[in-house]
């Protein structure tokens, strides 16, 4: 609960966050049904793992269409204050301002990013791992909310969403959002005593699975790509060898560094994290148009990452640079070359 205080101090944007995730059960208050990518997929609820696909990838679209309009809101004058201030007001007899602006921006738009879910799973399989999916049943797992400060809230949910696994069976977790799976994996069990869940990220299964069965992978044609590491990925789970492991297995592709102080762990932000883009845009613009500038120093012509967060960044950095150079997630590059 929020007292006063609080209310005069946290960004409003962190709190329209905080209320999303805890009355909509996702982190834009959207009422939406995000297992939509995976109606034809026919994943069963029970299996050896169970695939976490998090907010961020299942409704970035949205995301993407609300911060174009705040984008274009600011131009006049009103920003993120003003518009959540009027969805408060609509709120109140029932209406979801920002949930109905964000589905008319997305609308007719290609959600690229919930394909990317499909090669997710799509990998998975060729590599022959057992995997399920929770669907309309996953909960948001509330990395925000610890990150904006709200600890009470998120521990909460964290022992809610603890409960859900253990009524489905899940014991093994394969997260795919680098914060979800940070947030299950590392902050989950100093919450909950007896966590009991095993976490892996994405790339860390399909680096285990190329290594172990030694699988061949190529592209059809030669792709010269750079790899951008999301600060959860890198900075919390430590994965920074096993994204370019994968990269050296395919056969066609060339990977190539930004320098040495920009990649890996030390790799620049895209301004894509902490609630940047919601808070400060301008900011959140500003960074994504100078990581881009870095990337693009290697000549590469495919930035290659794996967060949403950091794809809708780097996009935006790529528009304001007018560059000549494609955002990929890994999991669509992998596919491919399997």
Not at 77 to 88: E, F, L, P, R, T
Not at 215 to 233: E, G, N, Q, R
Not at 294 to 310: D, R
């Amino acid at each position: 609960m929020m007292n006063n205080i609080s209310k005069n101090v946290i960004p409003v944007g962190h709190t329209y966050i905080r209320n999303s995730v805890l009355e909509k059960g996702n982190i834009l208050g959207v009422e939406s049904g995000k297992s939509a990518w995976a109606k034809d997929l026919n994943l069963p609820q029970k299996a050896e793992y169970i695939f976490f696909a998090g907010c961020g990838y299942q409704l970035m679209k949205y995301a993407d269409g609300m911060m174009g309009a705040v984008r274009s809101l600011e131009k006049i004058g009103m920003g993120m204050d003003q518009m959540i201030g009027v969805s408060k007001v609509f709120g109140k007899v029932g209406i979801n301002v920002t949930g109905i602006v964000g589905k008319i921006t997305a609308a007719g738009k290609e959600d690229s990013y919930s394909m990317y879910l499909v090669h997710a799973i799509s990998v998975l399989k060729k590599l022959g791992v057992e995997i399920g999916y929770l669907g309309d049943d996953e909960p948001c797992c509330g990395s925000p909310l610890y990150y904006s400060g709200f600890v009470s809230d998120y521990i909460e949910n964290a022992k809610k969403n603890y409960a859900l696994f253990k009524s489905f069976g899940v014991k093994k977790i394969i997260g795919f959002v680098p914060a979800c799976t940070s947030s299950l994996k590392e902050l989950y069990p100093q919450l909950i005593s007896d966590y009991d869940i095993e976490v892996k990220h994405f790339i860390q299964v399909v680096a285990e699975k190329l290594r172990d069965h030694k699988i061949k992978a190529s592209l059809k044609k030669k792709t010269i790509v750079t790899y951008h590491d999301p600060c959860h990925l890198s900075r919390y789970l430590g994965l920074t060898k096993e994204p370019r492991e994968i990269l050296a297995r395919i056969e066609g592709l060339e990977l190539r560094e930004p320098e040495p102080m920009q990649t890996g762990k030390w790799s620049t932000c895209c301004g894509g994290g902490g609630g940047m883009e919601v808070c400060f845009p301008e900011v959140a613009e500003h960074l994504a148009y100078k990581r881009v500038k870095e990337l693009m120093a290697t000549e590469a012509n495919v930035i290659v990452t794996s967060c949403p967060a950091c794809e809708l960044q780097l996009r935006r950095g790529v528009e304001k640079v007018k560059a000549n150079i494609k955002v990929l997630d890994l999991s669509e590059i992998v596919d491919q070359a399997l």
